[in-house]
């Protein structure tokens, strides 16, 4: 019913993690086959291509469905429907940032020092609409450079100033860049066609494909703890239990209760001995595939 283009390139090893942990696993021939499918009855087509693409793609009718960054969305000015935002990127959760960067040394501290700079500003990046209309936002003259990869390398000679993606600003640091703005919050989108939104069938399909994604992104940092408790210590493990939700609490016939919740899971470290602590018995960590509220 449904097709799909799915980022080549730095978000591709996490994009198919995701899938494959959604019960979605791509298949394709090799890693450099742009073919891929997915066993779903939903999924007829499967492609992998350059995220940059993507939304131009997706906003043609080419593809039905498709996942790239907002920063391309907004880069590229496609017609395109957000379904919802999925939180990863190549290293972390965190969205990623279309910063400005000058040197290190560069006396400029802010945006607005450089529209008080004399002379035309150059400017290297891949984001060269964005790049441009923020310039001229802050009325800032400058001749813009498309770049095709190692931005950050062209500070000095061939830039003073890079507009760049960076997940955690490591790249850019190494470069020997500050950055002095932010154009830009991006996070991962699945984003689709119009016209097929438009289609209660298929717009069923692309609410249940992203309710899997997101599902299996909020399960990643949690797990599910299980625990029996006698009666006089329910009050001490209930004010241990961080519950994102209230914990279910059932009685057992011998005495007693069985609780369950589902805690984050850098704490379970600390929990678990502090549960034993109270009282709790019986304590079981279980991973936990999908969340879906």
């Not at 990046?125 to 990869?149: F, M, N």
């Not at 989108?189 to 299996?216: C, F, H, W, Y």
Request: with cysteine; net charge negative.
């Amino acid at each position: 019913m449904l097709r799909l283009v799915l980022p080549k390139g730095s978000l591709e090893q996490a994009t198919l993690e995701l899938f494959a942990d959604a019960d979605l696993a791509v298949r394709r021939s090799s890693d450099v086959d742009y073919r891929a499918a997915i066993a779903d009855s939903r999924i007829t087509d499967v492609r992998i291509l350059r995220p940059q693409e993507i939304p131009v793609y997706v906003a043609a009718g080419l593809f039905d469905l498709g996942i790239t960054g907002r920063d391309w969305v907004a880069e590229r000015g496609a017609d395109v429907l957000s379904l919802g935002e999925l939180r990863y990127a190549k290293e972390s959760a965190k969205p990623v940032r279309v910063v400005l960067a000058v040197a290190a040394d560069s006396p400029y501290e802010t945006i607005e020092d450089l529209a008080a700079r004399n002379g035309q500003l150059r400017v290297s990046t891949e984001y060269p609409e964005l790049t441009k209309q923020c310039l001229a936002d802050h009325g800032i003259e400058a001749e813009i450079s498309v770049s095709y990869g190692a931005t950050e390398a062209k500070v000095p000679d061939i830039a003073d100033c890079v507009v760049d993606m960076t997940e955690t600003g490591r790249a850019l640091r190494a470069a020997g860049l500050r950055i002095i703005h932010t154009l830009l919050v991006s996070n991962t989108e699945l984003v689709a066609n119009q016209a097929s939104a438009a289609d209660p069938k298929m717009r069923r399909a692309m609410e249940q494909i992203l309710t899997l994604l997101q599902g299996t992104i909020e399960a990643r940092d949690k797990v599910l703890v299980k625990l029996n408790v006698a009666a006089d210590g329910l009050d001490g493990v209930l004010s241990r239990l961080p519950a994102l939700r209230s914990p279910t609490v059932s009685e057992l016939a011998g005495g007693g209760y069985a609780l369950e919740t589902v805690v984050p899971k850098g704490e379970i470290n600390t929990l678990i001995p502090a549960l034993k602590e109270e009282g709790a018995t019986d304590i079981l960590e279980l991973a936990l595939s999908k969340i879906v509220h």
